[in-house]
Protein backbone atom coordinates (compact mmCIF):
# COMPACT_ATOMS: atom_id res chain seq x y z
CA UNK A 1 0.00 0.00 0.00
CA UNK A 2 1.28 3.46 -1.07
CA UNK A 3 2.24 5.52 1.69
CA UNK A 4 0.46 8.83 1.75
CA UNK A 5 3.11 11.40 2.54
CA UNK A 6 2.24 14.60 3.84
CA UNK A 7 4.21 17.88 4.23
CA UNK A 8 4.58 20.05 7.38
CA UNK A 9 3.88 18.36 10.31
CA UNK A 10 1.43 16.17 8.75
CA UNK A 11 -0.45 18.67 7.94
CA UNK A 12 -2.72 18.44 3.99
CA UNK A 13 -1.40 20.25 1.26
CA UNK A 14 -3.33 23.93 1.16
CA UNK A 15 -2.33 24.52 4.97
CA UNK A 16 1.19 23.74 4.06
CA UNK A 17 1.24 25.78 0.91
CA UNK A 18 -0.15 28.99 3.02
CA UNK A 19 2.31 28.35 5.46
CA UNK A 20 5.27 27.73 2.85
CA UNK A 21 4.59 31.11 1.65
CA UNK A 22 4.91 32.73 5.00
CA UNK A 23 8.79 33.40 5.20
CA UNK A 24 8.95 32.60 9.35
CA UNK A 25 6.95 29.98 9.51
CA UNK A 26 8.36 28.41 6.34
CA UNK A 27 11.72 28.66 8.37
CA UNK A 28 10.44 27.45 11.17
CA UNK A 29 8.17 24.41 10.34
CA UNK A 30 11.31 23.50 7.52
CA UNK A 31 13.40 23.27 10.03
CA UNK A 32 10.99 21.38 12.69
CA UNK A 33 10.02 19.07 10.05
CA UNK A 34 13.64 17.94 9.03
CA UNK A 35 14.72 17.27 12.23
CA UNK A 36 11.12 14.99 13.56
CA UNK A 37 12.16 13.14 9.86
CA UNK A 38 15.56 12.98 11.35
CA UNK A 39 17.35 14.74 8.54
CA UNK A 40 19.64 16.92 10.59
CA UNK A 41 22.09 17.93 7.97
CA UNK A 42 19.07 18.99 5.96
CA UNK A 43 17.98 20.91 9.49
CA UNK A 44 21.00 22.53 9.83
CA UNK A 45 21.43 23.53 6.13
CA UNK A 46 18.05 25.51 6.34
CA UNK A 47 18.92 26.57 9.95
CA UNK A 48 22.16 28.17 9.18
CA UNK A 49 23.44 28.29 5.89
CA UNK A 50 20.76 28.99 2.99
CA UNK A 51 16.83 28.99 4.33
CA UNK A 52 15.81 31.71 1.85
CA UNK A 53 16.83 29.68 -1.41
CA UNK A 54 15.56 26.65 -0.07
CA UNK A 55 12.49 28.80 0.89
CA UNK A 56 11.50 29.49 -2.84
CA UNK A 57 12.20 26.43 -4.03
CA UNK A 58 9.79 24.94 -1.31
CA UNK A 59 7.10 26.77 -2.65
CA UNK A 60 8.02 26.16 -5.95
CA UNK A 61 8.07 22.09 -5.46
CA UNK A 62 4.58 22.66 -3.87
CA UNK A 63 2.84 24.63 -6.68
CA UNK A 64 4.83 22.47 -9.41
CA UNK A 65 5.12 18.84 -7.73
CA UNK A 66 1.99 19.06 -5.36
CA UNK A 67 4.59 18.40 -2.47
CA UNK A 68 7.48 19.56 -0.93
CA UNK A 69 10.62 18.03 -2.02
CA UNK A 70 12.79 16.38 0.21
CA UNK A 71 16.42 17.04 -1.03
CA UNK A 72 17.02 19.64 1.64
Same mark, same amino acid.
Request: net charge positive.
Given at each position: =???? !? @? *? +???? *? @?????? %? ?8 ? %? ?7 ? !?? +?????? /? %? ?13 ? =?? /??? !??? /???
Amino acid at each position: =MAEN !K @K *D +YLGL *D @KLPSLI %LAIIPITSFV %LGVATRFLE !KH +YIAALI /R %LFVGWNIIWILDIIS =MV /RNQ !KII /RIL
